[in-house]
């Protein structure tokens, strides 16, 4: 009952995986048979700017995205965990932008951050605010992406949500027995037990991240004004479908994935373990 | 005193949970409106609460301007082989994991989460030359190919973990009385696994509903596209267009919508 599930994981994973590995170092155009060029697709990335755009625009992106949207569904998670009236309503609420469709969610941002009729503009020229022309203005592009994609924050809210409530009551009731206050019980209690929990949001949201700025950005900005919003996966998309470059493509997608490797040590090295207390 | 401090405390919580609803849904209400409002009218100077009058011949009028219904048909043929599919094959996995020795189970989960935390943006590419060599391209097969593996390993995750809680004396009876594996799964697993089946069901559904880098990629022609690259078409249009967009957003999102208020409890409200 195994096989027909490791069957498709081998074809649809484990297979296309290989040949991302082995066309990285090969030139194809789809028609012609590969041919092994050893290192020469990294080569030639290292000499185009684009390459470097690409990469550091995701970075920042990343950088960004990850510890915002964590500390947000964190905060969240906090406040919406205690069982209180309706709080089933406001958890619905804010799961609630995580299942629009993306396209749907992208076409939606594009309106409200339209500079002269989107009604975030209009919201901030009625109280009197500067109003930046986000999407079309290069300085404000890539933030307006981030602070879009922070409302689908439902997944990692969820997880945090399960890990707040698998916390013992007694450990709350012993602390409050010994005259903790609320500060020192999320220092000292909450916080701790809950690190493994965190630490698996933060991975998802790392790695999600990465490709997550492909739609959003495809639709609301085609990774512009100026390529201020071009990221990793538009890049891959292009080289490969709309160029053809299929071998420079896939060495494209291993630096995207050694740097998410490298991403997710650094995590590991500043966390000290994988977020159990006990481990050293 | 400490009966007022704490119905102050409750106050300020509904006021601020209530303030952060409001945040999250507002975009959504202001959508609805703006769907409604007269085409080609200048963009409003101000929000609007309410279109004067309401337009509702834009959904019409969509439907007119682009082959909607037929992307409309393509996303539900899609779904339709798809949901089942997965649920059979990430079932079956679940199942077949939560029976097997402790050992042998842990190695293959495992394998799952590894499988999950592969990049999707590493797969475009290779998946583009498997399916071409399997001529699959630009037909649905390729957006329903997934499926063929339980779409998500987290589904078959979900599958086992249901499983895992029925004790096994229930399935040691039913292999006394004859029942083989897939009987065993079909009339003692099954019937069990009820609300784990549903929310598979529906995240599987929101999943391939909202594909939307699947059929870019693999998608040729316009009449097989569907809703959400459909959707890309409409980009184009200009600010005195947006009441049209808004609309064929609204399109695409409400099956979601009225699917998630169904089943909201399976997310959000049974923690």
């Not at chain 1, 500079?115 to 975030?120: A, I, M, Q, Y």
């Not at chain 1, 079309?136 to 997944?155: D, I, K, M, Y």
């Not at chain 1, 995207?256 to 995590?267: D, H, I, K």
């Not at chain 2, 699947?214 to 249009?237: C, E, W």
Request: positive net charge.
């Amino acid at each position: 009952m195994l096989l027909p599930f490791l069957f498709g994981a081998a074809v649809l994973i484990i297979v296309p995986g290989g040949i991302t590995l082995s066309l990285a170092f090969a030139q194809y155009d789809g028609l012609a048979p590969p041919r092994w060029v050893g290192l020469h697709n990294f080569r030639s990335l290292f000499v185009d700017p684009l390459t470097f755009i690409a990469i550091s625009n995701t970075s920042l992106f990343v950088a960004l995205t990850v510890p915002l949207r964590v500390l947000a569904a964190l905060v969240l998670a906090l406040l919406l965990h205690r069982p209180a009236r309706g709080v089933g309503i406001y958890r619905a609420a804010v799961y609630l932008p995580t299942i629009i469709p993306g396209v749907a969610y992208a076409l939606i941002w594009l309106w409200v951050l339209n500079p002269v009729s989107g009604p975030l503009n209009l919201v901030l020229a009625a109280l009197g605010m500067p109003t930046p022309a986000w999407l079309a203005e290069s300085r404000t592009a890539l933030p307006a992406l981030v602070a879009a994609g922070l409302f689908q924050l439902g997944e990692s809210f969820v997880v945090l949500l399960a890990g707040l409530h698998a916390i013992p009551r007694d450990y709350y009731q012993a602390a409050l027995i010994d005259g903790a206050d609320r500060r020192q019980i999320l220092r000292t209690i909450t916080l701790p037990l809950l690190a493994p929990w965190l630490m698996l949001v933060v991975m998802r949201e790392l790695i999600v991240s990465v490709q997550s700025s492909f739609t959003p950005a495809l639709l609301m900005t085609g990774g512009g004004p100026y390529y201020a919003t071009l990221f990793l996966p538009q890049l891959i998309y292009e080289t490969a479908f709309d160029r053809f470059r299929f071998g420079d493509a896939a060495a494209l997608t291993l630096i995207t994935l050694l740097g998410l490797g490298l991403g997710l040590l650094l995590l590991h090295r500043a966390a000290g373990g994988w977020g159990y207390a006990d481990e050293t | 005193m400490p009966m007022k401090r704490s119905l102050l405390r409750a106050g300020g919580f509904h006021a601020l949970a209530g303030a952060i609803t409001l945040l999250f849904c507002v975009p959504f209400v202001w959508v609805l409106v703006v769907s409604l409002r007269q085409p080609g009218l200048a963009p409003p100077q101000q929000i609007e609460w309410l279109p004067n009058p309401a337009a509702w011949s834009n959904y019409p009028t969509i439907f007119a301007m682009l082959p909607l219904g037929n992307y409309l048909l393509n996303s539900l043929s899609v779904v339709l082989i798809s949901v089942p599919l997965t649920r059979l094959v990430a079932a079956w996995a679940g199942y077949a994991l939560a029976r097997l020795p402790e050992r042998a189970a842990l190695i293959l989960i495992a394998l799952a989460v590894g499988l999950r935390m592969v990049p999707a943006t590493s797969l475009w590419l290779p998946r583009f030359l498997l399916f071409s060599q399997a001529s699959l391209i630009d037909t649905f097969g390729a957006l329903i190919a997934p499926a063929l593996m339980g779409t998500s390993p987290f589904y078959v995750l979900l599958f086992y973990w249901a499983f895992r809680r029925i004790p096994a004396e229930i399935f040691e009876s039913g292999r006394l009385d004859g029942a083989g594996a897939f009987g065993g799964w079909a009339r003692l697993g099954m019937p069990l696994v009820g609300p784990t089946a549903v929310t598979v069901a529906v995240l599987c559904f929101v999943h391939y509903w909202s594909d939307f880098i699947n059929p870019l990629l693999y998608l040729k022609s316009d009449h097989n596209y569907t809703l959400a690259v459909g959707l890309r078409m409409l980009q184009q249009l200009d600010p005195t267009g947006w009441p049209l967009l808004m609309a064929a957003a609204v399109v695409m999102i409400m099956p979601v919508l009225a699917l998630f208020v169904l089943v909201q409890k399976a997310f959000v409200g049974r923690i």
